[in-house]
């Protein structure tokens, strides 16, 4: 049973950075691919980011490009989002998700473990 752990979230001015982890137990991460989530209130989740089992092959969604990185420390079992140039719509509860299966997937069905979220508030 993999457990996932986010933190890092909080309140940011526009334009500012944030860095969030995701902790892993129970499986090493190099097993998984990796992603990034969010949900703003009334909203679907959405795809943010994600990295694939082969170390080098990540995926954003548009409106992140340029700005956000994803990135994984195999030996600290820690996956982050580096998020610079924050904008008021980044506004979101953010997830970390694994997925057993191969590529750099970037749909909800693809991943089988979630952690519960971490919320980020970007101010204007």
């Known amino acids: 049973q993999v457990q996932l752990v986010e933190s890092g979230g909080g309140l940011v001015q526009a334009g500012g950075s944030l860095r969030l982890s995701c902790a892993a137990s129970?499986?090493?991460?190099?097993?998984?691919?990796l992603g990034w989530f969010r949900q703003a209130p009334g909203k679907e989740r959405e795809f943010v980011a994600a990295i694939g089992r082969s170390a080098g092959s990540t995926k954003y969604t548009d409106s992140v490009k340029g700005r956000f990185t994803i990135s994984r420390d195999t030996a600290k079992n820690l996956v982050y989002l580096q998020m610079n140039s924050r904008k008021p719509e980044d506004t979101a509860g953010y997830y970390c998700a694994l997925t057993a299966r191969y590529g750099v997937l970037t749909t909800t069905p693809a991943y089988d473990y979630w952690g519960q979220g971490t919320q980020v508030t970007v101010s204007s």
């Open positions: 129970g499986r090493t991460i190099s097993m998984f691919g």
